[in-house]
């Protein structure tokens, strides 16, 4: 089991940055799959970007692809969020997870992940 503790979520405008962080603690996050996902109000919990383990490339869903970047610091035992032409569709509360499949198909669901960060809240004004 790994705790994770999101940051640096905040209110933005449109076209706006932000970097979110998720700090692990009780396992190395490298052997780990980590994700982000989010949730806005009255909707599913939705994939935002992953890193599996043991995969170079970072898997990202359609609506952040070029915008969004995931990173991790192994020193840190970190992983990054880095937001970039942020909209006012993307505003959640946005999760870290962690989990132990590689599989895309398990990796881009929140079933996939046994262990969640309590999240941290990302507004974009327009």
């Known amino acids: ?7 640096g979520g905040g ?3 449109a076209g706006g940055s932000l970097t979110l962080s998720c700090v692990g603690s009780g396992r190395a996050l490298n052997w780990l799959t980590m994700a982000w996902f989010r949730q806005a109000p009255g909707k599913a919990r939705e994939f935002v970007a992953a890193k599996r383990w043991n995969i170079v490339t970072m898997d990202y869903s359609d609506s952040v692809w070029g915008r969004f970047t995931m990173s991790e610091d192994i020193d840190k ?9 942020l909209k006012p569709e993307d505003t959640a509360v946005y999760y870290c997870a ?4 590689n599989s895309p198909s398990v990796t881009q669901a929140p079933e996939g992940y046994d262990d969640w960060g309590q999240g941290t809240q990302v507004t974009v004004s327009s």
């Open 98 to 101: 962690a989990g132990t499949s």
């Open 77 to 85: 035992n970190a992983v990054y969020l880095q937001m970039n032409d």
């Open 1 to 7: 089991q790994v705790a994770l503790v999101e940051s």
């Open 11 to 13: 209110l933005v405008q």
